[in-house]
Every structure is written in structure tokens, then in C-alpha cells.
């Protein structure tokens, strides 16, 4: 397909694009777009960088959905999930990503898919469900497995249009001079976290692109002939744009409740993670710990808290959370020591009246004023 180029008005695809603007158009008005001009101009560069003569027909949409995703319709409308940017490294990781992405658009991989299949009826009703649904969604449904499923079978394609993307995403990656190996490592960790799922529940963190043990390897391989093509990973960068939203992508991460899968995604993170980065990765343990509570889980919250608190300028929520910790094992000496300190660091905090009723309890105050 050459750039810019849309089918003639009297094919049978004409109708898809109809309903993949349709979609678009929902997808400008969902509460889940991230609207950030910053990370938005980041994003676009990158996506511009690694799809060269092809970025003027792709538009980009962050999307605020804790599932690892990335995809690229037809009609050049790109997602790209917080869930991929938290658990990409740098640019040479999400690079390979979006370059991936861009290889399925450019071999028209979707409509070739939509076309096989003799089904463009079943296409078009997927796509109706999922442009329905963006446009009445609020926020709390960034977990909404209705459309995560839609949209996984809309883009779910052939280990052939997999390969060849793979491909094409590498080639893009290392010409740009990133490091070679960047896109094996993601997949790497991906696929850990895959290994870690709780099957029982509905989903894991892949919405279209499973991590197999046969990806990682042609991978790997592949990087081993471009060893010394480039020495980039764009780290500095990736975290310069991605920092201020790094708490909050966490914190959507906790709530799909995958704990064991969470668990091996923090470990991963934390192995290069320093700074504000740790503080968080050590919280939101704790926090999962403090959520969970399997045997030996409170104390290992406990000790969560604590190392957040020894990285300089960590979150004083910490303190609050911690206090928590100690209630709930009825500790209220040490609970009430977390959110003293909670508030002395924070004395503004919008929850200040909350915590003070609890340092009440627990110090017996309320008894005293009765
Ligand atoms: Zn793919």
C-alpha cells in the first residue's frame, strides 16, 4: 500500500473505513483518551520517527487501559495503551512495538484478515461494539473485558502476518539506531508475566499480541546478527516523558487484581528503576501486599512501605498506607506513629479529616471527647 491511499467508494471495503471513522470519532470523545499535550507530542514523534514516509496517514491515540496493547487500523488510527508505555524500558523497546504495529498497516494485514475470512459483516459489528462502547465509557471502565475482546478478534492475526511484522518493527527499530536486542528483552518480560496468570480469571494483560516462547527466540536471534548496529535505547528520554504519569499507570495496574502477574511486572521494573521510579515500585508492593493478604502478606507489605520510605523523596502516602497496614493487624501505636507522620509531611492532605478520625480510634481520643 503506498501512503495516503484509501479504496475507491464502490468496493466493499469502502463500508470498513465508514465504520473505522465511525470508531475514530468515539474514540475523540472517550474519557479513557489521554489527553496530555506532552506525552501526546512524545508519543507522535516517535510513531512519526519509526514510520517515516507513512507518519503523515497514521494518528495517534494514547488510551488509558492497563492491558499491554498497541494497534494500527486500516484507515491509520494507531492505539497505543498505557499499559504497553509502563511496561516498556525505553524507546528501543516501544519502538519495536510501534514499528511492529506499523508493519501490520503497511502489508494491510487487517483487511487482508477481514477480507479472508469472507466476513467484513462479522468486521463491521465488532467495530460498532467497540466504537459504541468508547463513547459511553467512563473511567472506571478501563478494565471493560467486553471490549477487550471485541477488539483482540479484530486484530488477532496469523503467525505468518506476525512474523512479518515482528520484521518489519525490528528492521524499523535498528535503522533508527536503537539496540538490537531491545525488542527480545520486552518479550522476554512479557512473557514471565504470561507465565505467572491466573487462569482463572478473564483475562490477561494481552488484548492482541501474545507472548510466545517462538516470538522471543526468532527475535533474539535476529538481534544476534545486528549485535553492533546500534547502541541507542532512548532510556533518558522514555523516562523523561513517561515519569509523571508512572504512579498513576501503576495504579491501574493494581487494579486488574492479577497480584502474581503485578508481582513479576515490579520485579522487572524495579531491576533498573531509581529515584521517585523505586519509591513507587516499593508503595504499590506494599499496597499489593496490603490488598492480598496470602500468608506472610502483611508483613511484607510492611517491609514495602519501609524501603519506599528509605528512597529520597518518596511518597508520604506511604506513611498513610502503612498506618493502614498497622490497623488492620491491630497495631494502633505504630498506626497512629504512619499517620502522624502522614500529616505532619502532607498538613493540607484532602483526606486529612478522615485520617485524623482514625489517629482518633486509635489513640483513644474520640473516648476522651465523648
Ligand atoms: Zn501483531
Avoid at 501474545?210 to 516470538?215: Q, Y
Avoid at 516499593?282 to 512501605?305: H, N, P, S, T, V
Avoid at 490497623?327 to 502532607?346: D, G, H, K, N
Avoid at 492532605?349 to 478520625?357: K, N, P
Wanted: charged fraction near 25%.
Amino acid at each position: 500500500m503506498a501512503p495516503g491511499e484509501r479504496p475507491a467508494e464502490d468496493t466493499d471495503e469502502a463500508g470498513l473505513w465508514l465504520a473505522l471513522d465511525q470508531a475514530e470519532l468515539s474514540l475523540q470523545r472517550s474519557p479513557l483518551l489521554v489527553r496530555d499535550p506532552a506525552l501526546n507530542a512524545y508519543v507522535r514523534k516517535l510513531v512519526c520517527d519509526i514510520a517515516g514516509d507513512y507518519c503523515k496517514d497514521i494518528r495517534v491515540y494514547v488510551i488509558r487501559r492497563p492491558y499491554f496493547n498497541a494497534s494500527m487500523a486500516p484507515n491509520g488510527v494507531m492505539q497505543v495503551w498505557t499499559g504497553a508505555l509502563l511496561r516498556s524500558e525505553n524507546e528501543a523497546q516501544i519502538g519495536f512495538v510501534l514499528g511492529h504495529e506499523i508493519g501490520h498497516f503497511t502489508h494491510q494485514h487487517s483487511i487482508k484478515q477481514w477480507r479472508r475470512a469472507k466476513d467484513i459483516m462479522n468486521a463491521l459489528s465488532l467495530l460498532q461494539l467497540v466504537a459504541a462502547r468508547s463513547g459511553t465509557q467512563d473511567a472506571s471502565d478501563i478494565f471493560d473485558v467486553t471490549q477487550l475482546v471485541a477488539y483482540a478478534s479484530l486484530y488477532k492475526y496469523g503467525r505468518d502476518a506476525e512474523r512479518e511484522s515482528d520484521t518489519e518493527g525490528f528492521d524499523r527499530a535498528v535503522r533508527l539506531g536503537y539496540r538490537a536486542d531491545q525488542g527480545a528483552l520486552l518479550w522476554q518480560g512479557l512473557l514471565a508475566e504470561d507465565n505467572a496468570r491466573d487462569r482463572t480469571k478473564p483475562s490477561g494483560i494481552f488484548a492482541t499480541h501474545p507472548a510466545t516462547e517462538e516470538r522471543m527466540t526468532t527475535l533474539r536471534e535476529a538481534a544476534e546478527a545486528f549485535r553492533d548496529a546500534g547502541t541507542r535505547t532512548g532510556e533518558a528520554e522514555f523516562r523523561a516523558a513517561t515519569a509523571p504519569f508512572f504512579a498513576a499507570w501503576l495504579e491501574d495496574e493494581m487494579g486488574r487484581r492479577h497480584y502474581p502477574q503485578t508481582i513479576v511486572l515490579l520485579d522487572r521494573l524495579q531491576q533498573r528503576a531509581s529515584g521517585a521510579h523505586l519509591a513507587w515500585i516499593e508503595y504499590y508492593r506494599g499496597e499489593l501486599f496490603r490488598k492480598r493478604r496470602a500468608g506472610g502478606d502483611d508483613k511484607r507489605a510492611i517491609d514495602a512501605y519501609r524501603a519506599a520510605m528509605r528512597v529520597p523523596g518518596y511518597p508520604p502516602i506511604a506513611h498513610r498506607d502503612l498506618g493502614f497496614m498497622y490497623r488492620t493487624i491491630q497495631m494502633p501505636e505504630q498506626a497512629a506513629a504512619e499517620w502522624r507522620e502522614y500529616l505532619r509531611q502532607v498538613p493540607d492532605a484532602a483526606d486529612r479529616a478522615t485520617v485524623e478520625h482514625y489517629l482518633a480510634q486509635a489513640t483513644g481520643a474520640d473516648h476522651a471527647n465523648r
